[in-house]
């Protein structure tokens, strides 16, 4: 299960994590978020142990969605040693978020 990602919690799971991490901003207002929780929640079962997979309201946390300027949601970030390798806006398929994880484990 994708790991609940908040403000308070954002630096221990996601900056100092030693595995990649997939960062999921949503909200629950949000269409296309919807489309796309269950496919990063098989990400998150299907990468256990190899990566950190974690959901952020972007509602209930303003902090970090400030921070990392997310202004269109769904926003999928990809962190590997504390910074933003990659990223996807919007609603893809889950071979191409499956496909983006993949290369920060190679």
Same mark, same amino acid.
């Given at each position: 299960?994708?790991?609940?990602?908040? $403000?308070?919690?954002? =630096?221990?799971?996601?900056?100092?994590?030693?595995?990649? *991490?997939? &960062? +999921?901003?949503?909200?629950?207002?949000?269409?296309?978020?919807?489309?796309?929780?269950?496919?990063?929640? $098989?990400?998150?079962? =299907?990468?256990?142990?190899?990566?950190?997979?974690?959901? *952020?309201? &972007? +509602?209930?946390?303003?902090?970090?969605?400030?921070?990392?300027?997310?202004?269109?949601?769904?926003?999928?970030?990809?962190?590997?040693?504390?910074?933003?390798?990659?990223?996807?806006?919007?609603?893809?398929?889950?071979?191409?978020?499956?496909?983006?994880?993949?290369?920060?484990?190679?």
């Amino acid at each position: 299960m994708a790991l609940e990602i908040t $403000d308070a919690n954002f =630096e221990e799971l996601v900056l100092k994590s030693d595995k990649p *991490v997939l &960062v +999921d901003f949503w909200a629950e207002w949000c269409g296309p978020c919807r489309m796309v929780g269950p496919v990063v929640e $098989d990400i998150a079962k =299907e990468y256990d142990g190899q990566a950190v997979v974690g959901k *952020v309201n &972007v +509602d209930n946390n303003p902090g970090i969605s400030v921070k990392y300027g997310i202004r269109n949601i769904p926003a999928l970030l990809f962190f590997k040693d504390g910074e933003i390798v990659d990223k996807q806006i919007g609603a893809v398929p889950k071979s191409v978020l499956a496909g983006k994880l993949d290369k920060q484990l190679a």
